[in-house]
């Protein structure tokens, strides 16, 4: 079992930067594919950013690209996603999920078997 704890989130006006950070326990972190999803109020959970195990590839949703970036501290057991040029469209709660699998195209919900709390992001404009 991988349990999963999200940090970071808060208040923010348009434009700011925040970093989220997901603190993952288990001993196998580093092989894991990780992702980060939103959800928004009144609408479904959706892919924001992934990174492999082993190779570190990264994937992005459109809306995001260029303004987030995913990384991960293989050591620490922790993923990140810095967040830029935030916008109020950004507002959701934000969680963190490890996929097992590794899988090639980790960009799916049903790719991932373990999922935290959640952590709210509020994009004032």
């Known amino acids: 079992q991988v349990q999963l704890v999200e940090s970071g989130g808060g208040l923010v006006q348009a434009g700011g930067s925040l970093r989220l950070s997901c603190a993952a326990s288990g001993r196998t972190f580093s092989s894991y594919a990780m992702g980060w999803f939103r959800q928004a109020p009144g609408k479904g959970r959706e892919f924001v950013a992934a990174i492999r195990g082993r190779t570190s590839s990264t994937y992005y949703a459109d809306s995001v690209k260029g303004r987030f970036t995913i990384s991960r501290d293989n050591a620490k057991n922790t993923v990140y996603l810095q967040m830029n040029s935030l916008k109020p469209e950004d507002t959701a709660v934000y969680y963190c999920?490890?996929?097992?699998?590794?899988?090639?195209?980790?960009?799916?919900?049903?790719?991932?078997?373990?999922w935290g709390q959640g952590t709210q992001v509020t994009v004032s404009s």
């Open positions: 999920a490890a996929d097992r699998a590794n899988s090639y195209l980790p960009t799916g919900r049903n790719e991932y078997d373990y």
